[in-house]
C-alpha cells in the first residue's frame, strides 16, 4: 500500500512541476510575444516615415524635372534669331538698319 501511495504521491510532485514548466513556457511565450508587438509598431512607424520622405522626394524630383524642361526650352529659345534680336535691343541699344529706337523721357 506505501508503494501506492508513494506513486500517487510522485504524480502530484510531477504535475507540480509540469504546471511549472507549463507557466514558465507560457510566460515566455508571452513575452516574445510582447516584444514582437513592440518591434511591429516600431517598424510600422518607421515604415510611415519612410513613406513620408518618399512622397517628399518624389515631388522634389517632380519640380527638378519640371526644372529640366523648362531650362531646355529656355536653351532652345536662346539659340533663335528673335532671342538675339531682343538681347541686342534692351541691353545693347542696337536696331536694325531703317528703325528708330524712342526712349521715353526720363522725369527728373
Not at 501506492?4 to 513575452?31: M, P, S, T
Not at 513613406?51 to 523648362?70: F, G, M, P, V, W
Request: proline share 2%.
Amino acid at each position: 500500500m506505501k508503494e501506492r501511495v508513494a506513486a500517487g504521491g510522485r504524480r502530484k510532485k510531477y504535475r507540480k512541476q509540469n504546471k511549472k514548466v507549463l507557466l514558465g513556457i507560457v510566460l515566455v511565450a508571452a513575452l516574445f510575444g510582447g516584444i514582437l508587438l513592440y518591434r511591429t509598431k516600431l517598424l510600422q512607424a518607421r515604415d510611415a516615415d519612410y513613406a513620408a520622405r518618399e512622397a517628399e522626394l518624389q515631388a522634389q524630383i517632380d519640380d527638378e524635372q519640371e526644372k529640366s524642361e523648362e531650362l531646355k526650352e529656355r536653351e532652345i529659345f536662346v539659340q533663335t534669331k528673335q532671342y538675339i534680336e531682343e538681347i541686342a535691343k534692351t541691353k545693347l541699344g542696337l536696331v536694325k538698319p531703317g528703325e528708330i529706337l524712342i526712349k521715353p523721357k526720363s522725369e527728373e
